[in-house]
């Protein structure tokens, strides 16, 4: 569905070399029948500065399920996705392996993008307890 007019399910967001990633998911949530909407935002001060009734009708209030999507930290998104959105991205940094390797071992995947598309939609989405649970777990991985 093209345009900002329908009522999506969920809302993605993404910058940079993340945006494939986003339009992978975009397609596995489409094909599933949702209603998504994929927002490529390569400058987010130049999106908060648009008007505001441009910026609602890119995300709209009716629509609290937004997922970003975005390796470094989840800081900048807090004000796009909300208390009921979620971020997906790298949950630490200094790793060495093949890049595709990385992504599926620290949850940067298309899986984990649909999924935590589906908790937000459901209205569950990932608690602070439980980011907590997956840094303690990996940790554990990294000390083990």
Known sequence: MA???????????????EVSLMIEAHQALSAEGLKV???????MELFKQQPLQYIQ???PDSC???????AATSDAWGCFIGIDGEHVGMITFGSS????????????????????AKRVIAKQ????ESYADVMRGWKRRKTS
């Open 97 to 116: 392996a093949p890049i595709k390797r990385l992504q599926k071992e620290l949850g940067f995947t298309i899986d984990a993008v649909v999924t935590a």
């Open 125 to 128: 989405p990932r608690s602070l």
């Open 64 to 70: 609290r399920a937004r997922v970003s999507i975005e």
């Open 37 to 43: 909407r994929s927002v490529s935002m390569p400058c």
């Open 3 to 17: 345009g900002a007019d329908y009522e999506p399910d969920v809302i993605l967001m993404a910058t940079g070399s």
């Open 57 to 59: 009708a890119i995300l």
